[in-house]
């Protein structure tokens, strides 16, 4: 079956400006969180949707913020981006937050703010 | 969620086992011990996890000490493409959802 897919998978954004990106979960996954990867604070976790609904969320500012819709798949955002938000973004899925399973993670989207 | 360490770097030889060691002294009774590996540019991918007892699957072995202290990801014939940055994470299974707390990992480098 098909993993977990992210669009897009690069994309150049300049300081000020705001970005969406998106994920589609495994079929059947309901849980979709999100992880920031840089070189200097390596994997850290943004948020996690279960049911459209946020249950988690890591240290980030209010500018980064996501959803998830009825169909799982999920988006986030960040307005006003700044030079540090460089950095690959990644999705996992999972088929619920219960459970000691695992996550699938997509290839990420890498974005560069200039 | 106990806090992990692990050496930040391995070599192995292509066809050896490569045994990643990695310590988690504060982890408590509820705490599952997992392993994910990163390949360059891609998206961490899921190796193993376990509770107390050893476990194995068809892409390597999880040996959990006794004491759950500490545990090794064993890869059994290692290849160049086992070359990857490999996370212990140890993490508590509740309704409290599926973030993990990912250290610096182990950068395994397998050589011809």
């Known amino acids: 079956k098909a993993g977990v897919t992210q669009t897009p998978r690069y994309l150049i954004k300049t300081r000020g400006q705001q970005v969406t990106l998106s994920c589609s979960p495994i079929?059947?996954?309901?849980?979709v969180s999100w992880y920031q990867q840089t070189p200097g604070q390596g994997l850290q976790f943004l948020f996690e949707?279960?049911?459209?609904?946020?249950?988690n969320k890591g240290n980030f500012p209010g500018r980064f913020s996501g959803r998830q819709f009825s169909n799982s798949r999920s988006e986030m955002n960040v307005s006003t981006l700044e030079l540090g938000d460089s950095a690959l973004y990644l999705c996992?899925?999972?088929?619920?937050?219960?459970?000691?399973?695992?996550?699938?993670f997509g290839e990420g989207s890498r974005l560069t703010v200039l | 969620d106990a806090k992990t360490t692990q050496p930040p770097s391995m070599d192995c030889a292509e066809g050896r086992a490569a045994n990643l060691p990695c310590n988690h002294s504060?982890?408590?009774?509820?705490?599952?011990v997992y392993w994910y590996r990163q390949i360059h540019s891609q998206g961490p991918q899921y190796i193993i996890h376990?509770?107390?007892n050893n476990e194995t699957n068809e892409m390597a072995s999880l040996i959990i000490t006794e004491d759950r202290k500490s545990s090794t990801l064993i890869l059994p014939h290692a290849t160049l493409r086992d070359t990857a940055v490999y996370y212990c994470?140890?993490?508590?299974?509740?309704?409290?959802?599926?973030?993990?707390?990912f250290g610096g990992g182990t950068r395994l480098m397998v050589k011809p």
């Open positions: 949707y279960f049911s459209e609904t946020q249950r």
């Open positions: 994470i140890v993490r508590v299974w509740s309704n409290a959802g599926n973030m993990l707390t």
């Open positions: 504060t982890i408590s009774g509820n705490e599952y």
């Open positions: 376990g509770l107390k």
């Open positions: 996992a899925s999972s088929l619920s937050p219960q459970g000691p399973g695992e996550l699938f």
């Open positions: 079929s059947g996954h309901r849980s």
